[in-house]
Nanobody, 116 residues
Framework: QVQLVQSGGGLVQPGGSLRLSCAAS????????MSWYRQAPGKERELVAR????????DYADSVKGRFTISRDNAKNTVYLQMNSLKPDDTAVYYC?????????WGQGTQVTVSS
């Protein structure tokens, strides 16, 4: 059974930090590129960051460059999103995604709210 179980969301003040985790099971994690998306109320889901299967390459949306870092631990079947200098505009439901060729799996989503 394929699962992507997310954790680490919550409420944080502007300028604060959070780390999201996405633990995978039921498939060969090290074969899959991983990414984080987010969806704010009334907006389309957007790509935040992605990382190749080996972790050798990463890519970020312009809005989060220099503030967010995606990483993975293939020994733990987990991908992370470290979010620093958070802004109210970062408020959204965040989703992790695993992709290999035409196969894709999504996490359940986790709420991140940035507010004072």
């Amino acid at each position: 059974q394929v699962q992507l179980v997310q954790s680490g969301g919550g409420l944080v003040q502007p300028g604060g930090s959070l780390r999201l985790s996405c633990a995978a099971s039921g498939f060969t994690f090290s074969n899959y590129a991983m990414s984080w998306y987010r969806q704010a109320p009334g907006k389309e889901r957007e790509l935040v960051a992605r990382i190749t299967s080996t972790g050798g390459n990463t890519d970020y949306a312009d809005s989060v460059k220099g503030r967010f870092t995606i990483s993975r631990d293939n020994a733990k079947n987990t991908v992370y999103l470290q979010m620093n200098s958070l802004k109210p505009d970062d408020t959204a439901v965040y989703y992790c995604k695993a992709r290999h060729s035409i196969v894709a799996y999504w996490g359940q989503g986790t709420q991140v709210t940035v507010s004072s």
